[in-house]
T-cell receptor, first 111, second 117 residues
Framework: DQQVKQNSPSLSVQEGRISILNCDYT??????FLWYKKYPAEGPTFLIS?????DKNEDGRFTVFLNKSAKHLSLHIVPSQPGDSAVYFC??????????FGTGTRLQVFP | ETGVTQSPTHLIKTRGQQVTLRCSSQ?????VSWYQQALGQGPQFIFQ???????GRGNFPPRFSGLQFPNYSSELNVNALELDDSALYLC????????????????FGEGSWLTVV
């Protein structure tokens, strides 16, 4: 029972362009959503989060959009940089620090 | 760097054996969570320890057990290892009393790679 889904295993984007990573969830009780970035041989690092009472949160080049009616969120990275190449995980929680992760999307930013 | 350290970084065990993985949490954090990340999958919540007591468990069998010590460091023990236990095991520390949950209060270690042969 995959409550958090990332249907695109990989994404390739040219440097300077926008990267859009998508995530769907099934449990309407989730009230917090997070994005983590993971490089090989490192643990996940927190990127940005959004509460279910909001529909947008922005932090520098990173913006997360939440569409509760569609149970969908997306992470926009603009402009994309080669250093953004990593695996991105979407995660959800019910106001706790016990996270439910998606399967990840590998982003590659090429020059 | 998150301040969360895990050991060992890599190990190989034989099916049926037992393994202990260790985690030192971020200074000041009193909660430790363990996750299993199989190849091609996202991290799956195993369990959480808060002040030395189990505080929530995911869908893992009882042969996965843990401990948290007074200094808030933690161990994950897996008995009767199976081939499917091969994965990256991640430890995450947090502070339960921190007001509000915003995600940036959870710190992950680099993980322990376990291979069961």
């Amino acid at each position: 029972d995959q409550q958090v889904k990332q249907n695109s295993p990989s994404l390739s984007v040219q440097e300077g362009r926008i990267s859009i990573l998508n995530c769907d969830y099934t449990n309407s009780m989730f009230d917090y959503f997070l994005w983590y970035k993971k490089y090989p041989a490192e643990g996940p690092t927190f990127l940005i989060s959004i509460s279910s009472i909001k529909d947008k949160n922005e932090d520098g080049r990173f913006t997360v959009f939440l569409n509760k009616s569609a149970k969908h969120l997306s992470l926009h990275i603009v402009p994309s940089q080669p250093g953004d190449s990593a695996v991105y995980f979407c995660a959800a929680s019910r106001d706790t620090d016990k996270l439910i992760f998606g399967t990840g999307t590998r982003l590659q930013v090429f020059p | 760097e998150t301040g969360v350290t895990q050991s060992p970084t890599h190990l190989i065990k034989t099916r049926g054996q037992q393994v202990t993985l260790r985690c030192s949490s971020q200074s000041g954090h009193n909660t430790v969570s363990w996750y299993q990340q199989a190849l091609g999958q996202g991290p799956q919540f195993i369990f959480q320890y808060y002040r030395e007591e189990e505080n929530g468990r995911g869908n893992f069998p009882p042969r996965f057990s843990g401990l948290q010590f007074p200094n808030y460091s933690s161990e994950l023990n897996v008995n009767a290892l199976e081939l499917d236990d091969s994965a990256l095991y991640l430890c995450a520390s947090s502070l339960a009393e921190q007001r509000g949950f915003s995600g940036n209060t959870i710190y992950f270690g680099e993980g322990s790679w376990l291979t069961v042969v």
